[in-house]
């Protein structure tokens, strides 16, 4: 496992470990022990991973789990945006090592790529504060299926080994980081000259990628589900959902697609931190 000789001299570091409970975990560890962030922790195998909401996820040997700490990337208000970010990385990576594109290989929101509409990856975005200055640790969380997928979902799923064999998480890990740099350091070259609209070109190329724009999606929420039409982000990345009251905005949810099965999600899944 290794970073290019650009990202690190981007200033990217890493951990590579053979085992551990969960590398969002470790990455927080290491945020509140001082360390300045940059730092990619990936590893064979996760006995204590999670995903969204808590859940339990499996992590067999073979796929990539990775975490990156960012320490004070921007305000507290703008990073979820990082989740577009990463997505974005995640798909131009296995874009470049598996040779697959749009509409093939798609996005979908929040945090999910998938492959020939089933999930082939996922995305775990967590904040902490930190340290005696209070310093905004973000943890970005990022599992691949490469040689295996789990079975006994509620939704269809996928893995690289399926359109490119032979692929090693190595090669994956090494795309992955490589277009974080590059994209993440796009999104900061925004925010500095283009204050007014910083996220537009990440929104713009996040939206040229998604999953079921356009079309009837449902919504799980605390509250209890939406349908309606998926008409794209706003300026903060919240789902804008056509329903019969007008356009909404929505933070955060579950989102279904149609071709999608719709039942409850148990606690596994391909990816987890």
Known sequence: MRLSAETENNGYRLISLSETSSTN????????SGDPGF?????????????RHGRQWVSPPGNLYASLLLIDPCEVADAAQLGFVAG??????VEAVAGVSAPRLAL??????????????????EGHRVGPQNRLAIVIGIGINVAHAP??????TALLHAVKPGLTREDVFLALSDAFARTFSAWRTARRTNPADSFGAIRQLW??????????????LPS????????GLDRSGRLQLKTARGLEAIDAGDLYLSNLTHEAAPNVGSTGF
Do not use: M
């Open 151 to 156: 079975t006994g979902t509620p939704y269809p």
């Open 39 to 51: 730092l990619w922790i990936v590893t064979e195998q996760q006995n204590a991973g999670r995903g």
């Open 88 to 93: 974005l990385a995640a798909h131009e990576a």
């Open 25 to 32: 975990d470790d990455a927080v560890r290491a945020a509140q």
């Open 108 to 125: 979908k929101w929040p945090n999910d790529l998938l492959l020939d509409g089933a999930k082939v990856a996922g995305l775990l975005l």
């Open 224 to 231: 209890g589900e939406k349908r309606g039409l998926f008409e």
């Open 207 to 220: 939206l040229e990628r998604a999953a079921g724009l356009g079309t009837e999606v449902t919504l799980r």
